[in-house]
């Protein structure tokens, strides 16, 4: 089993930036894709960046978030980041980094484990 907590969240104008983190129990972490998902007021979570189980591995992003975030991870720390760069008033939301068995993937359903979220809020 793996617990996941977020950190890291805040609020910030419109062009700044926040690096989220995650912290990872267990040690079976590097065997576990992650994925950062979102949720704002009213719509359904969704995918925004996930990467395969190696600290260098392949990343994926939501085209909303692509050259604005970097996800990244350090198995040896057991932690998974999320770089946000130019932030927009819409990337206001609940952020949660989840965890899922073999290749990461954009499937929300596929993620196992689920951190508790952190609130991340872009004034303009």
């Known amino acids: 089993q793996v617990q996941l907590a977020e950190s890291g969240g805040g609020l910030v104008q419109a062009g700044g930036s926040l690096r989220l983190s995650c912290a990872a129990s267990?040690?079976?972490?590097?065997?576990?894709?992650m994925g950062w998902f979102r949720q704002a007021p009213g719509k359904e979570r969704e995918f925004v960046a996930a990467i395969s189980t190696r600290s260098s591995g392949i990343t994926y992003y939501a085209d909303s978030v692509k050259d604005r975030f970097t996800i990244s991870r350090d198995n040896a720390k057991n932690r998974v980041y999320l770089q946000m760069n130019s932030l927009k008033p819409d990337d206001t939301a609940v952020y949660y980094c989840?965890?899922?068995?073999?290749?990461?993937?954009?499937?929300?359903?596929?993620?196992?484990?689920w951190g508790q979220g952190t609130q991340v809020t872009v004034s303009s």
């Open positions: 989840a965890a899922k068995p073999g290749i990461a993937g954009y499937p929300r359903n596929d993620y196992v484990y």
């Open positions: 267990g040690r079976t972490f590097s065997s576990y894709a």
